[in-house]
């Protein structure tokens, strides 16, 4: 009961609430003047309401979607210079390199294993992790809801709406960071304190992530050329 409600949670704020706020603010600003085509639809509220849900559940996953991407193009910039402590993080890919040595980083990383690791064993663990990781998804799918006001009040002339989407967009964008910050590290914390009593056997390991990450991006093109070879080319 307590994981289902969890999860509605964890679903409110990462997906139906930014899609709730950007439909909210499309309608507040007026464009496009029947954007649900509510009159035609909807002959009640609860159609109404109904309506305005499922759209904000569908706008939610693709203000997600885009949202992913500051992940690699802010938070992966910036962490060495405001997160450049590596200790919790070496210890922590000490375990899983100890754990797991023949799966690939790149196929399981050491965030992921301290997931799955507090998920197997530790469930109210992996859940405090967790919401604390959905309030920086939410504040991540935020400043693309804001990115969109900006742009909006632009086009409106609106320049005070623009200034306060502006201002709480750059307060959203910290949020998510720290807060992203914040469970990465919990995730390692909780993981080191359930092996505090044989940390001997789990030597820390040092960091390759920066080869990780360059040829990740490297794989994703081929992946994505070998897609459409296989979709399109080979089909004609």
Not at 72 to 88: A, E, F, M
Not at 164 to 169: F, S
Not at 221 to 233: A, C, D, E, H, I
Request: charged share 15%; aromatic share 16%.
């Amino acid at each position: 009961m307590f994981d289902k409600l969890n999860l509605g949670l964890l679903d409110l704020l990462t997906i139906l609430l930014p899609g709730g706020l950007l439909i909210g603010f499309l309608i507040f600003v007026g464009w496009p003047e029947d954007l649900f085509v509510l009159n035609s639809l909807a002959d009640s509220p609860w159609m109404e309401g109904t309506i305005f849900f499922a759209t904000a559940y569908v706008s939610g996953h693709f203000i997600y979607l885009v949202s992913s991407f500051l992940d690699g193009w802010i938070y992966d910039k910036i962490k060495p210079i405001w997160w450049s402590n590596l200790s919790l993080f070496n210890q922590a890919l000490g375990i899983r390199f100890a754990k797991i040595q023949t799966v690939s980083r790149g196929d399981f990383n050491t965030f992921k294993y301290a997931m799955a690791y507090l998920l197997t064993h530790k469930p109210n663990l992996h859940s405090a992790v967790e919401r604390t990781m959905a309030e920086s998804k939410f504040f991540r799918s935020f400043c693309v809801v804001l990115f969109v006001g900006i742009v909006f009040s632009l086009v409106k002339s609106n320049w005070v709406l623009g200034g306060i989407c502006l201002g709480l967009m750059l307060l959203s964008l910290i949020r998510y960071l720290t807060q992203r910050a914040k469970s990465i590290e919990a995730a390692y914390q909780y993981l080191i304190l359930l092996h505090e009593g044989d940390l001997g056997s789990f030597p820390p390991q040092e960091d390759e992530l920066k080869l990780y990450a360059g040829q990740k991006k490297s794989d994703f093109w081929k992946k994505v050329g070998l897609s459409v070879n296989q979709v399109f080319v080979r089909r004609s």
